[in-house]
Nanobody, 123 residues
Framework: QVQLVESGGGLVQAGGSLRLSCAAS????????MGWFRRAPGKEREFVAT????????DYTNSVKGRVTISRDNAKNTVYLQMNSLKPEDTAVYYC????????????????WGQGTQVTVSS
């Protein structure tokens, strides 16, 4: 089992950047594929990015491609989401998740979830 805690959210102006972190405790992180999801007000939770166990393969939802980078440091048991050129439509609660079986683009690929961190982008 693994516990996940997100951090790094906040209020930023459009065009700005944030780096979210997801710190894991319990089982070592390199056992899991990792993903980031988000839930905007009044909307369903949606996939943002995923990364495989080694960090060699990543995938992104189309709306963030070219602006967002997912990475992981297994030695630090931490996953990151670097977000650049932020837009108001990126405003959401961002969740980190850990799973066993991919591809990692679906909520049900993941077994463990963090509590989320709020990202607010002002126009």
């Amino acid at each position: 089992q693994v516990q996940l805690v997100e951090s790094g959210g906040g209020l930023v102006q459009a065009g700005g950047s944030l780096r979210l972190s997801c710190a894991a405790s319990g089982r070592t992180l390199n056992y899991y594929i990792m993903g980031w999801f988000r839930r905007a007000p009044g909307k369903e939770r949606e996939f943002v990015a995923t990364i495989n166990r080694s960090g060699e393969n990543t995938d992104y939802t189309n709306s963030v491609k070219g602006r967002v980078t997912i990475s992981r440091d297994n030695a630090k048991n931490t996953v990151y989401l670097q977000m650049n050129s932020l837009k108001p439509e990126d405003t959401a609660v961002y969740y980190c998740a850990a799973g066993i079986i991919g591809p990692g683009t679906r909520s049900y690929d993941y077994n463990y979830w963090g509590q989320g961190t709020q990202v607010t982008v002002s126009s």
